[in-house]
């Protein structure tokens, strides 16, 4: 067996006096080897679930606050209305419970894995702070955000539809609509 330097084997120059050296049963290295996957790379758009966007899950939860009375909720009842406004599906039947259409089946809503996390960003944004009741309300920046997000009619259009049919949106309302104590 001849001489071989590592270079010949990590796919340097191959025709030479080296390569003719090496012996018969090692593959002369051209750049891939048989076995060797070809990967290309390609941009491509990904479609991302809105719930999925922190961006759609912050403005969301404001929105949402906004249409509160005093601009507060508790975090049960930002859980339904997350849910209510995640798909077409739950927004038609947030509606006719509120309606009185239908009973509400409350072990159909679930809760929404993402809020806390929502929340704390939310928090850390200053655009809501928790209160000592473990309410979440709106704070000034939020406020401000909200109306940039009402006044703006191509954004969370199917969302403030549903809210806007569902005031006045009270503690007291949902609790009335959808079952529950008001303690």
Do not use: C
């Not at 997000?149 to 969370?156: A, M």
Request: aromatic residues 6%; glycine residues 6%; without cysteine.
């Amino acid at each position: 067996m001849g001489d071989v330097d590592q270079e010949d084997l990590r796919g340097g120059p191959t025709d030479g006096p080296r390569a003719a050296e090496l012996p018969s049963a090692l593959p002369i290295y051209s750049g891939t080897f048989a076995l060797d996957p070809v990967v290309h790379f390609q941009p491509r758009p990904v479609l991302l679930a809105a719930a999925d966007r922190v961006v759609w899950r912050l403005s969301l939860l404001v929105l949402i606050l906004s249409k509160f009375r005093s601009q507060r909720a508790r975090v049960e009842h930002l859980h339904l209305m997350f849910w209510a406004l995640g798909t077409s599906t739950t927004r038609a039947l947030m509606a006719s419970w509120w309606k009185g259409l239908r009973q509400p089946d409350l072990a159909t809503v679930k809760s929404e894995p993402r809020l806390e996390v929502t929340l704390s960003l939310a928090v850390a944004e200053a655009l809501v702070r928790i209160l000592a009741n473990g309410k979440a309300e709106l704070t000034p920046r939020g406020k401000k955000f909200a109306q940039t997000l009402d006044s703006s009619e191509d954004v969370l259009v199917q969302e403030k539809e549903l809210l806007a049919s569902l005031q006045p949106l009270t503690e007291t309302a949902v609790w009335q609509r959808m079952g529950g104590s008001t303690s």
